[in-house]
């Protein structure tokens, strides 16, 4: 029971362009949301998060954006740089965290 | 060094054999969990740990034993290797357990352990 989805195993995009990763999520308990990034052979490290209660959050080139109604969030890179390259985890946690599948970026010079 | 630390990091195993992966974090962290990475499954928590000597399980403990007698180490065993648990294998620390009702947490994850079983 995938309680977490990224659909999109894969994004290629220029780079200067935005790059835009999808998440779906089945269970409303869940009230705290996060973006992992991870290179190969090193371990995820955190990106950005986000409260149930708020709709947006931004850092820097990174905004995430949650949905409640729909159960999705989306994280926006602008502008995309090569070394954004990587894969990206969506997490939920309630009582623990869940993950998605991740989806893989490529930024492309 | 400062951090959080997994050793081995590859590890070729046989079916039916014991092995453990270690996990050892310098910030006095609370929390300690396991996850194991599979294609098409993201991170799935196996076990994580609020304290010394207090561990409980997370979603896929089958065939998987820890321990925490050490705030600072947080050891993960496979009692009899079996090939469905090849995988590669994250350790992570937190202050706090993650909750989102508790404000702003994350982990910090170890550069993780590349477990193959023939």
């Known amino acids: 029971d995938q309680q977490v989805k990224q659909n999109s195993p894969s994004l290629s995009v220029q780079e200067g362009r935005i790059s835009i990763l999808n998440c779906d999520y089945t269970n409303s308990m869940f009230d705290y949301f996060l973006w992992y990034k991870k290179y190969p052979a090193e371990g995820p490290t955190f990106l950005i998060s986000i409260s149930s209660i708020k709709d947006k959050n931004e850092d820097g080139r990174f905004t995430v954006f949650l949905n409640k109604s729909a159960k999705h969030l989306s994280l926006h890179i602008v502008p995309s740089q090569p070394g954004d390259s990587a894969v990206y985890f969506c997490?939920?946690?309630?009582?623990?965290?869940?993950f998605g599948a991740g989806t893989r970026l490529t930024v492309k010079p | 060094d400062a951090g959080i630390t997994q050793s081995p990091r590859y590890k070729i195993t046989e079916t039916g054999r014991q092995v453990t992966l270690m996990c050892h974090q310098t910030?006095?962290?609370?929390?300690m969990f396991w996850y194991r990475q599979d294609l098409g499954h993201g991170l799935r928590l196996i076990y994580y740990?609020?304290?010394?000597?207090?561990?409980d399980k997370g979603e896929v403990p089958d065939g998987y034993v820890v321990s925490r007698s050490k705030t600072e180490n947080f050891p993960l065993t496979l009692e009899s290797a079996t090939r469905s648990q090849t995988s590669v294998y994250f350790c992570?620390?937190?202050?706090?357990?993650?909750?989102?009702?508790?404000?702003?947490?994350?982990?910090?994850f170890g550069p993780g352990t590349r477990l193959l079983v023939l």
């Open positions: 992570a620390s937190s202050e706090s357990k993650a909750s989102g009702s508790r404000g702003e947490e994350t982990q910090y």
């Open positions: 910030w006095s962290h609370s929390y």
């Open positions: 997490a939920a946690l309630h009582n623990d965290m869940r």
């Open positions: 740990s609020a304290a010394a000597d207090i561990t």
